[in-house]
């Protein structure tokens, strides 16, 4: 009987998908690979548009994100209720923001805004010098409350001031900027005073965040290592955008110093993130895809021993990011999408 019931599945599956094909609906996937075994139970938590940077508050009870809907033409900030599954626009509706992150006590959020030099969404990176990212000069870090009244302005110097988040200690903010001529990390006071540079090397330095004790920061870095490289770099950077398809990842104490890199693999590393012992990093990468197209969760030791796949979608895994507590992984992903292009944030219980 067991064996008849197995052999069963795949046909039902089938008919169900050709079903649903013929209703003009995407079919249902499986939100998880066997090979996933680090993830168990996970919920899809946004259905639509494009949702990434799903940060959780310092109790563990919402999501910080930014997202792309259908009625805004460009990124704005959300909070999202985990037990209630409540969403609420916490920024301002005008421009375009991005890094978003709470602040220890839960009374206040951080985001960088462009609304207050243009309340129109800023212009598309030009593609034709292939894939880029815009560096928007015209962000700014920005601290409101909770529910997003009373925005006002951390950072004041013209140029890209973004990715910032918060030292679990709350003591210190940690974020980009091209205020020296270069993309950098810097630290900052929570009221946006005291200003110091972390990094000094040529190339982008960025997707800070620090350690569960405060003591390390973990980011990306591109290291352009050719006189040609490096010019291309900066030609680029005159234009507002970067080359992100050599990001390597480095960790460095909390005040600049002990800089050391854990990757060397020549692709695109983003988005690493502490495991809640402070000795491992997940991060996203494209290293196992020849194509470079397909991005997936990766956990790597804090000396860049031991690299372990996490996750095996055929499409987008990036921004992990686990609980206060270390029980669960919020991840963004292509799966289970209706439409191409579609990201949306998952919820996953995290299997050690």
């Known amino acids: 009987m067991a064996r008849s019931a197995l052999l069963l599945l795949p046909l039902a599956l089938l008919a169900a998908e050709l079903a649903a094909q013929a209703a003009g609906t995407p079919p249902a996937r499986p939100l998880l690979d066997a090979r996933e075994t680090h993830l168990r139970n996970v919920r899809q938590l946004t259905f639509g548009g494009e949702n990434a940077e799903g940060y959780f508050s310092f109790d563990g009870k919402q999501l910080i994100y930014q997202a792309t809907r259908d009625t805004v033409g460009c990124d704005q900030i ?17 421009g375009r923001t991005t890094c978003a992150y709470f602040y220890p006590d839960g009374r206040q959020i951080l985001y960088s805004s462009t609304h207050h030099y243009d309340a129109a969404c800023p212009a598309k990176p030009d593609f034709s010098q292939g894939y880029v990212w815009p560096i928007y000069p015209t962000f700014d870090v920005w601290v409101a409350n909770a529910d997003g009244s009373a925005p006002r302005q951390l950072t004041t110097e013209f140029g890209y001031d973004a990715e910032a988040t918060f030292s679990p200690t709350g003591e210190r903010i940690v974020f980009t900027s ?21 990094t000094h090397e040529p190339g982008y330095d960025g997707g800070a965040f620090y350690s569960p004790d405060g003591k390390r920061i973990v980011y990306r870095a591109s290291r352009p290592e050719t ?3 490096l010019a291309d770099y900066r030609r680029l950077l005159g ?7 050599a990001l390597e990842l480095w960790v460095m104490d909390a005040d600049g110093s ?7 693999n020549g692709k695109a590393n983003f988005a690493p993130y502490w495991h809640p012992s402070g000795k491992k990093i997940l991060f996203s990468s494209n290293l196992h895809d020849p194509r470079g197209r397909d991005f997936e969760l990766y956990l790597i030791n804090d000396d860049g021993t031991g690299l372990q796949r996490v996750t095996y979608s055929a499409d987008f895994d990036g921004f992990p990011v686990f609980s206060p507590d270390g029980r669960q992984l919020v991840f963004a992903s292509n799966r289970n999408s209706s439409r191409p292009g579609e990201t949306n944030l998952f919820l996953a219980d995290w299997v050690e």
């Open 78 to 94: 959300y909070t999202l209720d985990l037990a209630s599954g409540a969403t609420r626009l916490v920024s301002t509706g005008k």
């Open 239 to 245: 234009h507002g955008l970067i080359r992100p398809s």
């Open 178 to 198: 091209v205020r020296d001529g270069d993309l950098e990390l810097y630290s900052m006071r929570p009221d946006g005073s005291d200003v110091r540079r972390l």
């Open 258 to 264: 002990n800089q050391r890199q854990l990757t060397r």
């Open 227 to 229: 006189p040609e490289q």
